[in-house]
Nanobody, 119 residues
Framework: QVQLEESGGGLVQAGGSLRLSCAAS????????MGWYHQAPGKQRELVAI???????NYADSVKDRFTISRDNAKNTMYLQMNSLKPEDTAVYFC?????????????WGHGTQVTVSS
């Protein structure tokens, strides 16, 4: 079983920055992919950014050029650097990973960290 713990959320003014961290209990080297989703009140959970085991990254259009996803295999930790934050970025941010299974993949989620951007 994989445990994921997010940290780094908080309250920030529009235009500010935050860095989220996701610490995994096991080696992330074997993960197929890691990523961040967010969920605003009353809305569905949406993909923010994803990074593959090979380092390929993809971002939601709404965060391109503002957010950067990265991973440190030695620390078993993934990061999301969020710059130029906007009120519409306010949401709970969830870390997730996909890892190989005998058939298909296992998917694991963290409990989430709140990000609130004031105008």
């Amino acid at each position: 079983q994989v445990q994921l713990e997010e940290s780094g959320g908080g309250l920030v003014q529009a235009g500010g920055s935050l860095r989220l961290s996701c610490a995994a209990s096991g080696s992330i080297f074997s993960f197929n992919a890691m990523g961040w989703y967010h969920q605003a009140p009353g809305k569905q959970r949406e993909l923010v950014a994803i990074i593959s085991s090979g380092g390929t990254v993809n971002y939601a259009d709404s965060v391109k050029d503002r957010f950067t996803i990265s991973r440190d295999n030695a620390k078993n930790t993934m990061y999301l650097q969020m710059n130029s934050l906007k009120p519409e970025d306010t949401a709970v941010y969830f870390c997730y990973v996909r890892r190989p299974a005998p058939v298909g993949e296992y998917v694991h989620w963290g409990h989430g960290t709140q990000v609130t951007v004031s105008s």
